[in-house]
């Protein structure tokens, strides 16, 4: 009995040492993630320990789409994001492609999400006194005016650094230092100044512009990188820094398997593009692809059934060499997969039209949904030329919040695009974007602690403009 109870306690020791040496391990990783100044690892539940911005403070000063664009990013992110806008006027696009009489644009509406609005005239004495105030509360200021502006108004980078030396300034601008600083600058004069127009469309036609706005938004988001990545840095350093992304870089950042291929052309003519096959001889320059590649793999848009009455019944079809044979097999040419003239990549570039023409032929049997389930069960990859339409009512859009139905005061219910960057510990909830000036007094008396006398003083100035109608209704 006695050996019995013996045995008992040695394993109960043995289970005991392992548990401490197990919880030493623990502790110890835990002091080395202290070691590197994070704090304690959260026991809350996911998604329930604040935004991933949560405590950052913008200083909101862009309009129109590419600085908005980025300034909602960082609002879903969990900053607090306060517009400052032009008193009356606000921001340009509130009534620019109006379809609701009254209302805020869906142009404003949908870049200006989370957002809140204080209505000031930078240009009278009282709106800097409130500016200023401003600059030394908030921790990053974003702005897309024009060249010089923000100069103009005296926001210079060094008179905004006396004040406030921890504040990042990110701006968007149409081009970087050079010959073109001082341009103004749109969505399509980027698209073109970029590398984009000239590499889109059909070699035979004129440059085209996309629909994606990769100018304005492409350009937000890389400023939005830019400022995250300046308060990180201001962690360690403790001061701010100039953020600057111009509209030009952005774009032909996004276009850099063009320049890729401008450097292959020394090499020899860019065998996979269609023009290739087509015995149409390269310039200088890379030239438009048409529906071409970027990748290299041979790839062209197709019709599917009833492409004779819908504009979007097309599909993206790229012949990858991996999924060559499971290709010849699903269209019915089996012999494809071993004639000479088509089993091998280089053999089929020159035969590319009448390829695609034969796969052509069997996807006008079937719906692009239909081709698109065929193809992917094999694990050939196809695209299939969704309208907007399709995508307002594509139900795992709606549940993943990429698109959102919001509620408006003025204008009713509207679709939005939500965050497209998912974070699994700071999730997004959509809010209405702000009504012009609704929160001019909230952010005087709770942001900046302005006292009732300062603030009538403020406003008798008429530096905040008149009180907004809407938020009196409201
Ligand atoms: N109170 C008083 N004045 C204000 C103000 C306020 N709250 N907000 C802005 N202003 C003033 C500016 O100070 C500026 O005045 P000055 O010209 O006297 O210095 C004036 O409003 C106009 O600003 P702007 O020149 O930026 O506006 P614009 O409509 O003439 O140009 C745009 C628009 C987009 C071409 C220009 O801002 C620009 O090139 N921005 C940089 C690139 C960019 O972001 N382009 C993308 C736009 S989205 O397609």
Known sequence: MAKKKDKKAKEKDKISKKDKAKRKSLKLVANKANGDGLPKVSSKPWGKDGKALDGVKILDFTHVQSGPTC????????????????????????????????ADSLYFTMLNHNKRSITLDSKSK???????????????????????A????????????????????????????????????????????GGSASTTGFHDGLPLVTGAQIGDSGTGLHLALGIVSALYQRKRTGRGQRVLTA????????????????????????????????????????????????GGQPGVILKCKGWETDPNAYIYFITQAPVWEKICDLIGQPDWKTHPDYAKPPARLPRLKEIFERIERWTMTRTKFEVMNECNALDIPVGPILSMKELAEEPSLRQTGTVVEVDHPTRGK???????????????????????????????????????????????SGATGQAPKAQAAE
């Open 126 to 148: 009282e709106g800097m006194k409130v500016l200023e105030r401003l600059v030394k509360t908030c921790d990053v200021l974003v702005e897309n005016f024009a060249p010089g």
């Open 247 to 294: 509209m030009q870089d952005g774009v032909l950042n996004l276009c850099r398997v063009k320049l890729r291929d401008q450097q292959r052309l020394a090499h020899g003519p860019l065998t996979e593009y269609t023009q290739f096959g087509q015995g149409i001889p390269f310039g200088e320059a890379t030239p438009r692809a048409g529906n071409d590649s970027g």
């Open 414 to 460: 509207y679709l939005s695009v939500g965050n497209p960057i998912k974070l699994s510990d700071s999730i997004t909830e959509v809010e209405r974007s702000p009504l012009l000036g609704e929160h001019t007094d909230e952010i005087l008396t709770k942001v900046l602690k302005f006292t009732p006398r300062e603030i009538a003083e403020i406003k008798a």
């Open 71 to 102: 300034t909602q990013l960082l609002a879903w992110l969990g900053a607090d994001v306060i517009k400052v806008e032009r008193p009356g006027i606000g921001d340009i696009t509130r009534g620019q492609l109006q379809d609701v009489p009254g």
């Open 150 to 193: 923000l100069d103009r108004m005296g926001l210079t980078w060094e008179h905004i650094h006396s004040l406030n030396p921890r504040m990042i300034v990110a701006s968007v601008k149409g081009f970087g230092p050079g010959p073109y600083e001082d341009c103004k600058v749109y969505e399509n004069v980027a698209q073109c100044a």
